[in-house]
């Protein structure tokens, strides 16, 4: 059996692969504050995202800067409370990016599912039990 060409150029380039978000700390922050539409407090999206304060910060600003989270400094109880939000933008390229993930697990399980294929594209005889 041979593989099946590669129909279209670039099919599994995957530009929908969002690099600010593909950061695994970004796409940690991400998750969390779209779960939570409400927003999250500094310290509860730190716990969260198991990160220190510095790279928190750092991850935040870059979001920030590409308007996907806002982050409101304010007063709780006399003391300060940084409250972080996902905006409207951020909300539709973490769902663009999803989309984009999804097909790179469909065209992963097309090929997983028939070891065979996996081994032909490889030039790899199947393993026999």
């Given at each position: ?88 933008s951020g909300r539709r390229r973490y769902v663009e990016y999803l ?31």
């Amino acid at each position: 059996m041979k593989p099946k060409p590669v129909s279209s150029e670039g099919r599994f380039a995957y530009g929908g692969l969002d690099r600010v978000i593909h950061e695994r700390a970004r796409l940690s922050v991400l998750t969390s504050l779209i779960t939570n539409p409400k927003g999250l407090t500094f310290n509860d999206l730190k716990q969260l995202c198991s990160l220190t304060d510095g790279n928190l910060s750092r991850h935040l600003r870059v979001l920030e800067q590409e308007e996907m989270v806002e982050i409101m400094k304010g007063q709780e109880r006399n003391r300060p409370q940084t409250v972080c939000r996902i905006t409207s933008s951020g909300r539709r390229r973490y769902v663009e990016y999803l989309s984009t993930l999804e097909q790179v697990v469909r065209d992963a399980e097309t090929v997983a599912k028939d070891d065979t294929s996996l081994a032909v594209v490889h030039g790899f005889a199947p393993l026999r039990a």
